[in-house]
């Protein structure tokens, strides 16, 4: 058990590395026509759906204390919690859309760039002092919010969660990259 941990945490590791040379490669590379075009499959602009990703990235720092306090609560707590939420995914949807509009704006590409550095090395500290017992603990989430959200997910998922949510997203930009 303590090698597949060990094991699991060094791919994570990886992964967040993976994704921030090509966060950066796709950012320095991108001229403003590009980053302005449409990307596949979403209404955004290529730079907003990069905010988008990196925001996947963000949002996992409060989702860890949220499984930390709901993993010591009895799980019927959670499952509420996530029925709540389900039942607000349109007000989410909107704001989940909305977001990345207006969050280019005050970004822009550097901002974004340093601001994908700065979550990157926060998750890497996070992850490296976790507990290994605390991996386990999870809690229920709002299925219909994410695509990669289970029913119940462990502290182990949501550390793999960005990077996953990086790797769909990646798919959908209209941006040249050599890797």
């Known amino acids: 058990m303590m090698d597949a941990i060990a094991m699991d945490r060094q791919a994570v590791h990886e992964g967040y590395e993976r994704a921030r040379r090509t966060f950066h490669r796709l950012l320095d590379s991108a001229s403003e026509g590009e980053l302005s075009r449409t ?8 730079e907003q759906l990069l ?5 996947g990235y963000m949002v996992v720092l409060r989702l860890l204390v949220l499984v930390r306090v709901f993993g010591w609560l009895p799980r019927s707590a959670s499952r509420v919690f996530a029925r709540v939420l389900d039942a ?7 704001v989940n859309y909305a977001g990345p509009r207006g969050a280019v704006k005050f970004y822009g590409p550097r901002r974004m760039g340093a601001a994908f550095d700065r979550v990157i090395d926060s998750l890497h ?20 919010w994410d695509p990669f959200f289970n029913d119940f997910m462990t502290l182990a998922d949501i550390y793999r969660y960005p990077t ?3 790797d769909f997203h990646r798919r959908q930009l209209t941006l040249q990259d050599d890797d």
Do not use: I
């Open 39 to 46: 990307t596949h499959g979403t209404k955004w602009t290529n």
């Open 51 to 55: 905010w988008h990703m990196l925001f």
């Open 88 to 94: 607000a995914t349109v007000p989410f949807d909107w």
């Open 125 to 144: 500290r996070e992850l490296a002092s976790e507990p290994d017992a605390r991996l386990a603990r999870g809690m229920h989430y709002p299925v219909r």
């Open 164 to 166: 996953q949510h990086f």
